[in-house]
């Protein structure tokens, strides 16, 4: 059995561990230009999918910095918080640097007979691995290449007219278990801790086009806590949402981003490609106990079981990040109405950590 895993994502490596547990051979083909960065990038793990990937992964514990509480504020309440959640002490995300996992992970898999990697030399590669019949399954996880241009173009696509800035500060030691989003007239701003002296920031900013020390100046004036050392090198991308129509053709599968990419102020981008992989190990699972074989049928299960949860999913992100902006333009009248009560209802709290945590279905 050969599957083909296309791109050189994070999302590829993760995929290809979990395929090599079941003794299937997997090949990763990628660009050579198309080199990972995210320097500045960390990811934000549910500990439910935290638990799925130290068990069938990488235990990534040691480079992963526990998050116990998550309380967001709004333009009009920074002093006191719109919403709180965590309980009993317990950790409700785990924050990991992108790049610190890409390469350990990279690092192991060098070692696993079952996984090949090879570089995309020519423009003709995805001409000829659509022809030829050495893979029985090719999953995209590239959505800028040919493939995905020409094969999988339709998609709900919405531009947020915005841009995310990413750094790292450096502050004094503190204890630094908390997360923190606020609301800003500007756009989403988050405080993502990942050591006692070193925070992750995130800040989505909406039609503007700020200088580095502005967005400097706007950190340090929404900053309730870290007494700041440093910043790192910013980084920036524009904010997309999208959600692709068709998952699969013939024997193909799109992945990842490919099949959907949501604003990052809730941090579930990553979580919703877990939990994607997930499922589809068990209907891997499901074929070989059977004794069948991994055909294009199962790209279409996939789809069947995923692609409305997903979408509900993302737009739930979606519908929280619309509110939210539009509550700004009315002073913040609707979540001082609305949202401090929904914030002060345990069972609210409880069902709303536990969408975070498991998605819909988990």
């Given at each position: 059995?050969?599957?083909?895993?296309?791109?050189?994502?994070?999302?590829?490596?993760?995929?290809?561990?979990?395929?090599?547990?079941?003794?299937?051979?997997?090949?990763?083909?990628?660009?050579?230009?198309?080199?990972?960065?995210?320097?500045?990038?960390?990811?934000?793990?549910?500990?439910?999918?935290?638990?799925?990937?130290?068990?069938?992964?990488?235990?990534?514990?040691?480079?992963?910095?526990?998050?116990?509480?998550?309380?967001?504020?709004?333009?009009?309440?920074?002093?006191?918080?719109?919403?709180?959640?965590?309980?009993?002490?317990?950790?409700?995300?785990?924050?990991?640097?992108?790049?610190?996992?890409?390469?350990?992970?990279?690092?192991?898999?060098?070692?696993?007979?079952?996984?090949?990697?090879?570089?995309?030399?020519?423009?003709?590669?995805?001409?000829?691995?659509?022809?030829?019949?050495?893979?029985?399954?090719?999953?995209?996880?590239?959505?800028?290449?040919?493939?995905s241009k020409e094969v999988f173009f339709k998609k709900i696509k919405k531009d947020y007219k915005s841009v995310a800035y990413t750094t790292l500060i450096q502050h004094d030691e503190c204890e630094n278990n908390q997360a923190v989003q606020i609301f800003t007239k500007k756009g989403p701003l988050a405080f993502l801790p990942f050591s006692k002296t070193e925070t992750?920031?995130?800040?989505?900013?909406?039609?503007?086009?700020?200088?580095?020390?502005?967005?400097?100046?706007?950190?340090?004036?929404?900053?309730?806590?870290?007494?700041?050392?440093?910043?790192?090198?910013?980084?920036?991308?524009?904010?997309?949402?999208?959600?692709?129509?068709?998952?699969?053709?013939?024997?193909?599968?799109?992945?990842?981003?490919?099949?959907?990419?949501?604003?990052?102020?809730?941090?579930?981008?990553?979580?919703?490609?877990?939990?994607?992989?997930?499922?589809?190990?068990?209907?891997?699972?499901?074929?070989?106990?059977?004794?069948?074989?991994?055909?294009?049928?199962?790209?279409?299960?996939?789809?069947?079981?995923?692609?409305?949860?997903?979408?509900?999913?993302?737009?739930?992100?979606?519908?929280?990040?619309?509110?939210?902006?539009?509550?700004?333009?009315?002073?913040?009248?609707?979540?001082?109405?609305?949202?401090?009560?929904?914030?002060?209802?345990?069972?609210?709290?409880?069902?709303?950590?536990?969408?975070?945590?498991?998605?819909?279905?988990?």
């Amino acid at each position: 059995m050969n599957v083909c895993l296309i791109g050189n994502s994070l999302t590829n490596l993760v995929l290809a561990k979990v395929l090599a547990n079941k003794n299937i051979k997997t090949t990763i083909f990628a660009e050579k230009n198309k080199k990972n960065k995210f320097f500045s990038r960390t990811l934000g793990i549910s500990k439910n999918n935290f638990d799925f990937l130290k068990d069938q992964v990488l235990d990534i514990e040691k480079i992963s910095w526990p998050i116990k509480s998550i309380k967001v504020f709004n333009e009009l309440s920074l002093k006191e918080e719109i919403l709180n959640f965590g309980f009993n002490n317990t950790k409700l995300l785990l924050i990991v640097k992108y790049n610190q996992f890409y390469k350990m992970l990279e690092q192991s898999l060098k070692k696993n007979k079952y996984i090949k990697k090879y570089q995309i030399k020519n423009k003709y590669f995805y001409d000829s691995i659509l022809k030829n019949n050495e893979f029985q399954l090719i999953v995209n996880s590239d959505n800028e290449n040919k493939i995905s241009k020409e094969v999988f173009f339709k998609k709900i696509k919405k531009d947020y007219k915005s841009v995310a800035y990413t750094t790292l500060i450096q502050h004094d030691e503190c204890e630094n278990n908390q997360a923190v989003q606020i609301f800003t007239k500007k756009g989403p701003l988050a405080f993502l801790p990942f050591s006692k002296t070193e925070t992750s920031i995130v800040y989505s900013i909406m039609n503007k086009h700020l200088k580095e020390k502005e967005i400097n100046d706007d950190i340090i004036f929404y900053n309730q806590k870290y007494k700041i050392n440093s910043f790192s090198e910013f980084e920036k991308f524009k904010l997309k949402f999208s959600s692709l129509r068709n998952y699969c053709n013939k024997n193909i599968l799109c992945f990842g981003d490919n099949l959907h990419k949501i604003h990052p102020m809730a941090g579930q981008g990553f979580n919703m490609t877990i939990r994607d992989i997930k499922i589809f190990s068990k209907l891997v699972d499901s074929k070989l106990d059977l004794g069948l074989p991994l055909d294009s049928s199962i790209l279409k299960d996939f789809e069947n079981n995923t692609k409305h949860l997903n979408y509900i999913f993302s737009s739930g992100i979606n519908f929280i990040y619309e509110f939210f902006n539009m509550d700004n333009n009315f002073e913040n009248q609707l979540s001082k109405k609305i949202i401090r009560r929904l914030g002060k209802n345990s069972l609210f709290n409880k069902m709303v950590t536990k969408f975070a945590d498991n998605g819909i279905i988990y």
